[in-house]
């Protein structure tokens, strides 16, 4: 595989990371950690609508940037170095979903107006089951006939960005097969509750009390919507990695300009081998975990047959990294580290928390040994 980005994606995460930094400050994840939830003002929003970026990976006919996953990926990356809200890679996994579902009406009505920035839609997969993905899934969408009525009864957990959500692409079981369905945030029956997460993070319980959706509301039908469903939980995963990776890269860039300056014992801390060597150790773990993730990124696009163990690995190794990374930023910025006002505790806040989102690294590394024993041969 050849990981050299395009000129074009090198400007576009340029363009990112400058806009980014003006744009969107850290202390506003400081107050939501004591106010939360986070959540990106609708001028950002807008703006963000304006770049082009909240239907990057989507097809231009159906007014997307026409980009591919990684450079979704890219993005997210930035993302997670600024700090912004995880409602820019929410909106782009759902986007996503809704442009690969065989769902006309969706494709042409719905996908506009979210990346057009009108409407916010998040995805509501994880059930209360102590464990994470599409196999966990026990809420029941009936209903047989595509012109009936399907009623929706059951509990979401740690649906990311609910708050402020305008629809919910629900994961759920119709006719045995797995599928997503979309339910407004209005509809009768639905009430969402706040959760906390370490972070400041928008994160809330969606609870359906026998929720009434036309069956037109499936985004594809039969074995294709558990074959949408797992695509999208990829997706999905795999930008949550690319979010852990820009913690990791920008904790370590801010951790090697303080080693460089910080002086102990009449020469640099960075010249100790206790610090340079931990933090070579971490720039190793990083450039591996990018080539992970750029690997996975390219396998969704060309739908690889080991596209889902590539994600896994990518995100089991991105979780402990991202932690390694950050727990080294603050311990070796030393007593500073530990204070309110340096951001290093923010990303450690954000690592953690983005470590348990779609899957620990047990959860992956398991997802990972199934493929490879139930491979033939």
């Not at 990083?286 to 163990?309: D, F, K, M, N, P």
């Not at 603050?330 to 530990?338: A, E, K, P, T």
Request: with cysteine; glycine share 8%; hydrophobic share 40%.
């Amino acid at each position: 595989m050849d990981f050299e980005l395009s000129a074009e994606q090198v400007a576009m995460r340029d363009v990112a990371r400058n806009m980014l930094g003006e744009r969107w400050h850290p202390d506003k994840m400081r107050e939501a950690i004591d106010k939360p939830p986070a959540t990106i003002p609708t001028d950002l929003w807008a703006e963000l609508s304006q770049m082009g970026w909240l239907g990057v990976n989507c097809d231009e006919i159906l007014g997307g940037g026409g980009q591919d996953i990684l450079t979704a990926a890219i993005l997210v990356e930035e993302a997670g170095r600024a700090l912004l809200p995880s409602t820019f890679s929410t909106n782009l996994a759902s986007a996503w979903a809704i442009e690969n579902s065989a769902n006309q009406a969706h494709r042409d009505g719905l996908l506009t107006e979210l990346v057009l920035g009108n409407k916010r839609v998040t995805l509501a997969i994880e059930e209360n089951h102590g464990s994470w993905g599409p196999d966990t899934i026990e809420l029941n969408a009936t209903g047989n006939d595509r012109d009936d009525t399907l009623h929706l009864s059951g509990t979401k957990l740690l649906v990311p960005d609910g708050s402020t959500a305008d629809l919910f692409l629900v994961a759920a079981r119709h006719d045995e097969n797995l599928c997503l369905v979309a339910v407004d945030a209005d509809a009768q029956g639905v009430t969402v509750n706040a959760m906390k997460r370490l972070d400041g993070a928008d994160i809330v319980e969606l609870e359906l009390n026998d929720v009434a959706v036309p069956a037109s509301a499936l985004l594809q039908w039969g074995g294709d919507g558990e074959s949408l469903l797992r695509e999208v939980y990829s997706v999905f995963t795999v930008l949550i990695a690319a979010d852990l990776l820009g913690s990791a890269e920008v904790t370590l860039q801010m951790t090697s300009d303080y080693a460089k300056e910080r002086v102990q014992f009449g020469q640099p801390i960075g010249s100790f081998q206790a610090v340079s060597h931990r933090l070579a150790d971490i720039l190793v773990q990083v450039e591996i975990g990018r080539s992970l993730l750029y690997g996975a990124c390219l396998a969704l696009t060309e739908q690889r047959e080991e596209r889902h163990a590539l994600v896994a690995a990518a995100k089991s190794w991105l979780n402990e990294t991202a932690i390694d990374a950050t727990e080294a930023g603050v311990q070796l910025h030393g007593g500073i580290g530990y204070s309110w006002e340096l951001d290093v505790h923010l990303h450690l806040r954000r690592a953690r928390s983005n470590a348990a989102t779609l899957g620990d690294s047990d959860f992956h590394r398991d997802q990972i040994a199934n493929y490879y024993c139930d491979r033939p041969g």
